[in-house]
C-alpha cells in the first residue's frame, strides 16, 4: 500500500519561500496515472486544493495561488515537492499530500500523507 | 469558481440515528461524481464515497451517496460512536478542486 510523508521546515518567515516535500513509499510516482496533490487545511477550516503533478508530469495549480506556487516531482526519489513564495500569515495551515485516483470527470484522494503544520511567523 | 457550501455547519445526534450532509454547489458542477470524506481529529481525511454512489474499500454499507449536477447528500445510517468527525465534500471545479468547508458531526 502506498505511503505519503511530507517534510519541511514548521516555521516560516513573512515573505520568505515555503518549501515541503512529500516522499512516497511503496509505489513510484512514474508509474500509473495518478495525480499527485498538495492540499491544506487553516485550522479550523476546510480543506482547499493547491496544485497537482499528474504522473505524465502536466502540472496545475489554483489559479488564486498560481503566481506563487511551484510544484515539481522528482522520480528518481520518488518525491513531489511544493513551493510556496511571497508567504503571509494566511498561509498558516496544516499541509497535507495525497494520491488523486482518476475517476470519471475527476478524482479522488485515497492515500493522504498525515499532515504538517507551517506556521508563518517572524 | 465553483463553491460547495456544506449543511449543516454542526450535527448531534444520538448513536442508531440516522443523519444527512448536504452539499450545493454555486454552479452546475462538471459531473455527478462527488467524493465524500471523513476526517477525525489530528488526522488526514479517509476517502468514504466517490462517484455517484460508490463506497471507497473498507467503507461500510451504512454510508451512502447520491449527487447530481449541483448537489450531493451522503446518509449515515445507524450512527456508531465511530462516526464522530468531519465530512466533507469535493467535485471536479475545472480549474481547481473545491472542497466544501465541512459539517461537523457530534455523537452525544
Known amino acids: 500500500q502506498v505511503q505519503l510523508q511530507e517534510s519541511g521546515p514548521g516555521l516560516v518567515k513573512p515573505s520568505q519561500t515555503l518549501s515541503l516535500t512529500c516522499t512516497v513509499s511503496?509505489?513510484?510516482?512514474?508509474?500509473?496515472?495518478?495525480?499527485w496533490t498538495w492540499m491544506r487545511q487553516p485550522a479550523g477550516k476546510g480543506l482547499e486544493w493547491i496544485g497537482r503533478?499528474?504522473?505524465?508530469?502536466?502540472?496545475k495549480s489554483h489559479p488564486s495561488l498560481k503566481s506563487r506556487v511551484t510544484i515539481s516531482f522528482d522520480k528518481s526519489k520518488n518525491q513531489f515537492s511544493l513551493e510556496l513564495t511571497s508567504v503571509t500569515a494566511a498561509d498558516t495551515a496544516v499541509y497535507f499530500c495525497?494520491?488523486?485516483?482518476?475517476?470519471?470527470?475527476?478524482?479522488?484522494?485515497?492515500?493522504w500523507g498525515q499532515g504538517t503544520l507551517v506556521t508563518v511567523s517572524s | 469558481e465553483i463553491v460547495l457550501t456544506q449543511s449543516p455547519g454542526t450535527l448531534s445526534l444520538s448513536p442508531g440515528e440516522r443523519v444527512t450532509l448536504s452539499c450545493r454547489a454555486s454552479?452546475?458542477?462538471?459531473?455527478?461524481?462527488w467524493v465524500w470524506y471523513q476526517q477525525k481529529p489530528g488526522q488526514a481525511p479517509r476517502v468514504l464515497t466517490y462517484?455517484?454512489?460508490n463506497r471507497a474499500a473498507g467503507i461500510p454499507d451504512r454510508f451512502s451517496a447520491s449527487g447530481s449536477a449541483t448537489d450531493s447528500t451522503l446518509t449515515i445510517d445507524r450512527l456508531e460512536p465511530g462516526d464522530c468527525g468531519i465530512y466533507h465534500c469535493?467535485?471536479?471545479?475545472?480549474?481547481?478542486?473545491?472542497f466544501g468547508g465541512g459539517t461537523r458531526v457530534e455523537i452525544k
Open positions: 495525497a494520491r488523486g485516483m482518476p475517476y470519471g470527470g475527476t478524482y479522488y484522494f485515497d492515500s
Open positions: 511503496g509505489g513510484s510516482i512514474g508509474s500509473g496515472s495518478f495525480f
Open positions: 503533478v499528474y504522473t505524465s508530469g502536466s502540472i
Open positions: 454552479q452546475s458542477v462538471y459531473s455527478s461524481d
Open positions: 462517484g455517484p454512489s
Open positions: 469535493q467535485q471536479e471545479g475545472g480549474s481547481s478542486l473545491p
